[in-house]
């Protein structure tokens, strides 16, 4: 009953290292999504995913990239670490259509120092 | 693009009383989802209740319900009997129902804390 496993769950990383969050769901959703929540706000999309092989832009992704290459896997790319990408990062998956909601990783808190 | 707005940061209720959390969303869309998310220290995102934009009957989940005004774009969520673990960050939201959307991503408002007391 895994449902949507990201990790690591903590990381601390340097200014200007790079580094992989990754995200994997076994309910065989076609939807994929990663978000990102600062403290005391809501969440904000990076980018996501309809199917393996699209993704595309959410509201924030500068600085971030993806690749979707299996319907399982989704993961999320930090080329060069900065301050403002310390933030609480999470994954989530849905059904294509319908009231379907979409679920969530456990989200991985990420420092950048 | 859409915007979902909970305009109380904090809010506050005694064990065993009710509590209502105001959302309000801007759209010019007409068929779309609304969602309340519950999220307690422990980080999770938790589906509380979901609303059909196309249904006029509120959502209702145990001691859950919503109080869903269309043509005002309000959806407030109503907690009965509030316990402790109900206590949490909750957020609202949206999510297009349009077909041209392909990504059927959520819009989520900036979160309301509730803090139940004893």
């Known amino acids: 009953n895994a449902g949507v496993t990201q990790t690591p769950k903590f990381r601390i990383l340097k200014i200007g290292q790079s580094m992989t969050l990754q995200c994997a769901q076994d309910m065989n959703h076609n939807y994929m999504y990663w978000y990102r929540q600062d403290p005391g706000m809501g969440l904000k999309l990076i980018y996501y995913s309809v199917g393996a092989g699209i993704t595309d832009k959410g509201e924030v992704p500068n600085g971030y990239n993806v690749s979707r290459s299996t319907t399982e896997y989704f993961p999320l790319r930090l080329e060069l670490a900065a301050p403002s990408q310390t933030s609480v990062y999470f994954c989530?998956?849905?059904?294509?259509?319908?009231?379907?909601?979409?679920?969530f990783g456990d989200g991985t808190r990420l420092s950048i120092l | 693009a859409q915007t979902v707005t909970q305009s109380q940061p904090e809010m506050s209720v005694q064990e065993a009383e009710t509590v209502t959390l105001s959302c309000t969303y801007d759209?010019?869309?007409?068929?779309?989802?609304l969602f309340w998310y519950k999220q307690p220290p422990s980080r999770q995102m938790i589906l509380v209740i979901r609303?059909?934009?196309?249904?006029?009957q509120n959502a209702t989940e145990n001691r859950f319900s919503v109080n869903f005004q269309k043509a005002a774009k309000s959806f407030s969520l109503k907690i009965s009997d509030s316990q402790l673990g109900d206590a949490a960050m909750y957020f609202c939201a949206y999510r297009s129902a349009e077909v041209i959307n392909a990504g059927n991503m959520l819009t989520f408002g900036g979160g309301t804390r509730l803090m139940v007391k004893p």
């Open positions: 759209t010019s869309e007409s068929d779309y989802y």
């Open positions: 609303q059909e934009a196309y249904k006029q």
């Open positions: 989530a998956s849905s059904l294509t259509r319908g009231n379907q909601p979409q679920h």
